[in-house]
């Protein structure tokens, strides 16, 4: 066991290949592919965004591997369905990443002259379309955000398809406009102020995170800066992060609910995540910080409520309860990727890449670069997860019938149903068993039942659906 002796005191330990830690959390299904390319010996995945369908109200994962795009039926959490594969434009990548708006998903990735892409997701479950692939805008992009209140794209650390012995033109970030969702619009490049002795202040934006056309933007070593961008021709810095205790590569960030508070991590070794303060913007304070253990590599930091919902690479994700800022305290955690020895981070970047909190389950997923893709879910009530509208259709068939009937149950969330047979007066005349479970086609034997209008009763621990038939 790798973690601290504080935090075995509270452990869970469950199986998924080895014997792995979990406290508060529970792994609800692991899927992979070991016969994957790998880079660099155990590079196969790296990130992932969720997707929820309010239609059909079925929830996805959109996944990236070293070569494609994967797309998984997650509305059962406990059975991660594959539905398609899309080449990514490249192989052998180590970094894709993905952004949903409306029923979009925008796909880059940083290696080998890849170009943009866009699916379109309104044909899930059935099928994945392609409605854009090109490199005009950029090649190489390293990571994107979308405001979908403002209508845009935010690409960052590009490159141009002017390459010159290997090289190309790059950009710290662009601007796009998403008014036609198919069909991205180039708007504007991000105006990088100079130092005194006239250098670049940074030269890329490594992520970003964009609230109301405010853009607060991780730039690696240089720090976090923030810019007010409602004016694409009139940029302006408005604030600054650039000398904090355990600064060094700055990676991402991301704002709580009202903008007063922002969290963002360095992606180095033993270099924890931070809150600062930025209610007076041009004066941030710093608030707090936490890690899961010595030397760890916390790498994405999304703020759920009033919790942090973090990768920390080797230790897997770890929840830390943030209501009060000044004193973050551990939540829960699952840990992705055992491999490692006791205090062994050796492997700086293996493990836990990806994480996401925001699907309407509460369920969270999260991609680890060796092991493959998680759903998980904290302990009943951590998290004051919102419940899923829970949703039962039943196709029973033949109707009218004489010998058998067949009862398809579909529903949104995994449940085992009594099914019975009711007569007009409400009495059993017929019982189901054992019993059902979701997303199965039964049948049953009615030729001993009289000719006449029945009702069949599917109840689930917190629906009951009823439908009607003639036996004749």
Not at 150 to 160: A, D, H, T, V
Not at 211 to 230: H, Q, V
Not at 345 to 374: E, H, Q
């Amino acid at each position: 066991m790798k973690k601290s002796a504080l935090f075995i005191l509270f452990c869970l330990i469950i199986s998924f290949a080895n014997a792995q830690i979990a406290y508060r959390m529970t792994l609800l299904s692991n899927w992979n592919n070991l016969n994957l390319n790998k880079v660099d010996s155990i590079n196969i995945w790296n990130d992932l965004a969720g997707y929820y369908d309010s239609l059909t109200h079925k929830e996805y994962i959109i996944a990236g591997s070293t070569d494609s795009i994967y797309f998984f039926d997650i509305t059962i959490p406990t059975q991660i369905k594959l539905l398609d594969v899309e080449y990514g434009s490249v192989k052998n990548v180590i970094n894709r990443d993905y952004e949903i708006y409306q029923h979009y998903v925008y796909c880059v990735a940083d290696q080998n002259r890849s170009s943009m892409q866009i699916f379109d997701l309104k044909y899930l479950p059935d099928s994945v379309h392609k409605v854009y692939e090109d490199s005009s805008l950029a090649i190489n992009t390293h990571s994107i955000f979308i405001e979908a209140k403002s209508k845009r794209l935010y690409m960052y650390s590009n490159k141009y398809a002017f390459w010159v012995n290997g090289n190309s033109k790059e950009s710290a970030m662009d601007i796009i406009s998403l008014e036609n969702p198919e069909k991205p619009v180039f708007l504007a490049k991000l105006m990088v102020p100079n130092r005194a002795n006239g250098e670049a202040a940074f030269r890329w934006v490594h992520e970003g995170h964009v609230r109301n056309d405010t853009g607060y933007l991780s730039c690696g070593t240089s720090g976090l800066y923030i810019y007010d961008l409602r004016d694409l021709n009139n940029q302006q810095i408005i604030g600054s992060i650039v000398n904090y205790p355990g600064s060094g590569y700055n990676h991402s960030s991301w704002l709580n609910k009202n903008g007063k508070y922002i969290m963002f991590t360095d992606e180095n070794m033993n270099l924890p995540v931070k809150i600062f303060d930025i209610s007076i913007i041009q004066a941030p304070r710093l608030e707090s910080t936490f890690i899961s253990n010595t030397w760890a590599t916390p790498h994405n930091a999304y703020w759920y409520g009033d919790f942090a919902v973090v990768s920390h690479y080797q230790d897997g994700v770890f929840i830390w309860n943030i209501a009060d800022t000044k004193k973050p305290f551990l939540a829960a955690y699952y840990d992705t990727y055992p491999q490692n020895a006791v205090n062994d981070y050796t492997k700086n970047f293996a493990g836990c890449w990806g994480v996401w909190p925001y699907l309407p389950s509460g369920n969270i997923i999260a991609s680890d670069r060796t092991n493959g893709i998680f759903v998980l879910k904290a302990d009943s009530g951590l998290l004051n997860t919102q419940e899923i509208k829970q949703n039962i259709k039943a196709n029973i068939y033949p109707n009218p019938s004489n010998e058998e009937i067949n009862i398809a149950i579909e529903t949104n969330y995994n449940d085992a149903f009594k099914i019975q047979i009711l007569n007009l007066q409400g009495q059993i005349v017929k019982e189901f068993t054992p019993e059902f479970k979701s997303n199965y086609l039964y049948t049953e034997n009615i030729s001993d039942l009289k000719n006449g209008l029945y009702i069949i009763a599917i109840i689930g621990t917190k629906n009951i659906l009823k439908q009607k038939f003639w036996k004749q």
